[in-house]
């Protein structure tokens, strides 16, 4: 069984190695391309994801018709092909050439946050090139962590995080992520944290999202009224005028306390989610539609989901 769990995967692993160190050999203009190249063929030949895709679509957009759903969509997985494409340029990027790929947006909101000296947990999520959003606030020189699942894969998640931690940057392992996110705050440390997908019900409390109960994280909350570390959000997007990405930072989310504890981290982490849900409608084709974001379904409802 060992045997053959390796042999698994070298399978997996050997092409996203060629891919990845493929696409990366290539001018970035040129990555993008590729990258836009792959997305389109992952659109037409995977199926799975593109019924995911419009599914979640309908949810979060009843009112528009299927040819808008469509161009969304496929914006969507242009925009994958594009992180894909800046992902593998990694190892190009240095403190010097790291402002011809990503500007700021609102620098000034986190400087502030941090300036408290209580850490900052930046709330972000799968949108645009979001593996990129760490790796350049680490490069321009604000070191921090951020919060990933170990891959089933150990060479792929080796592979993976070592392009992820060039600039710096470190990850938290999500089975630990409480402990050591707690630990970092405490040194005044940034964590970044995305808070869009789907939890489990033992992990997770239901807050609207789209106007749909969806079972979310309450770590951020949870821990921001802890500590009182501010609450930063902040989200990278493509310019496609100026063929760069924002780091965009918004002003530290204003804490609702009542002095109902499980009260309290509901209610901010439903102000969270809000502030997800209005980044993505102004950059629909830019986030992870492909997730099935409410799978789990408070008690009683039907999955939405079942073909």
Not at 20 to 33: Q, V
Not at 178 to 185: D, H
């Amino acid at each position: 069984m060992k045997t053959r769990s390796r042999v698994r995967d070298w399978v997996e692993y050997a092409p996203a190695y060629l891919l990845l160190k493929g696409i990366g050999l290539l001018p970035r203009r040129w990555a993008r391309h590729a990258g836009y190249a792959i997305g389109r063929l992952t659109y037409h030949g995977w199926r799975r994801l593109r019924q995911v895709g419009f599914r979640n679509l309908e949810l979060a957009f009843p009112e528009l018709d299927q040819s808008e759903r469509e161009r969304i969509l496929k914006g969507a997985f242009r925009n994958l092909g594009r992180m894909l494409a800046e992902f593998s340029q990694f190892p190009k990027l240095n403190p010097t050439n790291i402002a011809q790929v990503v500007e700021y947006d609102g620098l000034e909101h986190y400087q502030q946050a941090a300036a408290q000296g209580r850490g900052v947990l930046i709330l972000t999520a799968h949108l645009g090139a979001w593996e990129l959003s760490s790796f350049a606030h680490s490069m321009y020189g604000y070191p921090m962590h951020f919060l990933s699942r170990h891959l089933d894969n150990p060479l792929l998640d080796a592979f993976t995080q070592w392009y992820r931690t060039l600039s710096g940057c470190r990850g938290i392992d999500k089975k630990q992520a409480a402990r050591q996110v707690l630990q970092a705050l405490r040194r005044g440390e940034t964590v970044g944290i995305l808070l869009d997908l789907n939890t489990q019900p033992q992990e997770g409390i239901f807050c609207d999202f789209f106007g749909l109960p969806a079972c979310t994280s309450p770590i951020i909350a949870t821990l921001a009224l802890h500590t009182g570390a501010p609450v930063v959000p902040g989200f990278l997007v493509w310019d496609e005028g100026r063929q760069k990405h924002r780091l965009q930072f918004g002003p530290p989310v204003e804490l609702r306390t009542t002095g109902d504890l499980q009260q309290d981290v509901k209610v901010n982490t439903t102000q969270f989610n809000q502030i997800i849900e209005t980044i993505i409608r102004r950059h629909p084709d830019q986030w992870l539609w492909v997730h099935k974001r409410w799978h789990t379904r408070p008690d009683g409802e039907a999955d939405l989901y079942a073909e």
